[in-house]
């Protein structure tokens, strides 16, 4: 069984920061692409940033320049580092793995629990 626990949410003012981590633990063998998405009150589930294994990055526009992306494949983990935060990030961010497990062929999608990020302004 694999399970992906975030940690770092909380209340920030407008222009902060907060950093985010996500460790993967349980039956791995590889990670793949390690991410997290946002999802917004009454808005849909969006992509926010993914990093690859070889540290290849991709970020929503809207985080571009803001946010950072990283990972520690020794420990499984991935974290972001979120400045400059404003109201409109305000979400529970939910942690992303593409997770293969020891005897298996295929990577399988993992998600966190999620962890709330407010922004107040």
């Known amino acids: 069984q694999v399970q992906l626990v975030e940690s770092g949410g909380g209340l920030v003012q407008a222009g902060g920061s907060l950093r985010l981590s996500c460790a993967a633990s349980?039956?791995?063998?590889?990670?793949?692409?390690m991410g997290w998405d946002r999802q917004a009150p009454g808005k849909q589930r969006e992509l926010v940033a993914r990093?690859?294994?070889?540290?290849?990055?991709t970020y929503a526009d809207s985080v571009k320049g803001r946010f950072t992306i990283s990972r520690d494949n020794a420990k499984n983990t991935v974290y972001l580092q979120m400045n400059s935060l404003n109201p409109e990030d305000t979400a529970v961010y939910y942690c992303?793995?593409?997770?293969?497990?020891?005897?298996?062929?295929?990577?399988?999608?993992?998600w966190g629990r999620g962890t709330q990020v407010t922004v107040s302004s």
């Open positions: 992303h793995g593409d997770i293969m497990e020891p005897l298996k062929s295929d990577y399988e999608d993992y």
């Open positions: 349980g039956s791995i063998f590889e990670i793949k692409a």
């Open positions: 990093i690859r294994r070889d540290g290849a990055t």
